[in-house]
C-alpha cells in the first residue's frame, strides 16, 4: 500500500497508519512526513507511481480536501482515484471502478469516518462484467482521449 500526503493531510495519515498497522496491512509512507508547508502534487506523483509500476498494488492519499491530491494522482496513467468522504461510495469505487487509489480529506472527514471509509474501500472487490467494460473505455481515454 503506497501512503503519501501534504502537511495538512499528515495528521490524518498518520491515524491510518497506525489503523493499517492493526489490521497487519503493509505500507510504505512517500511522505510527507511533517507540518512544513508542502505541495501535494509532488507526494501524489510518488504514490501513483509506485502503484503504477506495481511496487505498491494500491495507495491511500492525504489533503486538506482529498480532491487536490486526487486531481494529481489521476494524471498518472493507469491511476483511478476516487475522493471519497464517505463509506458506499468508497466500496462502489473498487466494485465497480476498480479505483486504485483512494483519497481522503483531512478537513472534511474525521478519523473514525476515514477508518470505515478504508475498510470498505480494501474490503470491495472489482466486480468486473459490464465494470470491466466501462473501465476499459476509461483506459482508452485516458491513452487516445477518445472513444
Known amino acids: 500500500m503506497a501512503l503519501a500526503s501534504d502537511y495538512v493531510g499528515c495528521e490524518l495519515k498518520q491515524k491510518i497508519m ?10 510504505i509512507d ?9 505541495d501535494y502534487p509532488v507526494y501524489a506523483l510518488k504514490a501513483a507511481k509506485a502503484v ?7 495507495g491511500i492519499l492525504f489533503c486538506g ?7 494529481a494522482a489521476n494524471k498518472v496513467r493507469g491511476i483511478r482515484c476516487v ?5 458506499y461510495s468508497a ?6 471502478n476498480d479505483a486504485n487509489m ?5 478537513r472534511v472527514v474525521g478519523g473514525e469516518l476515514a477508518k470505515m471509509i478504508v475498510d470498505q474501500w480494501l474490503g470491495g ?6 465494470h470491466a467494460e466501462r473501465v476499459a473505455m476509461i483506459t482508452k481515454i485516458e491513452q487516445t482521449g477518445d472513444l
Do not use: N, W
Not at 83 to 87: A, G, R, T
Not at 102 to 106: H, Q, R, S
Open 52 to 58: 503504477q509500476s506495481g511496487e505498491c498494488a494500491q
Open 18 to 27: 497506525a489503523y493499517l498497522d492493526e489490521k497487519q496491512v503493509p505500507y
Open 30 to 38: 512517500f511522505g510527507s512526513t511533517d507540518l512544513a508547508v508542502s
Open 91 to 96: 466500496l462502489m469505487a473498487r466494485e465497480h
Open 65 to 71: 480536501t482529498g480532491v487536490g491530491i486526487s486531481i
Open 102 to 106: 483512494l483519497a481522503l480529506g483531512t
Open 125 to 130: 472487490e472489482f466486480l468486473g462484467g459490464i
Open 83 to 87: 475522493c471519497c468522504s464517505e463509506p
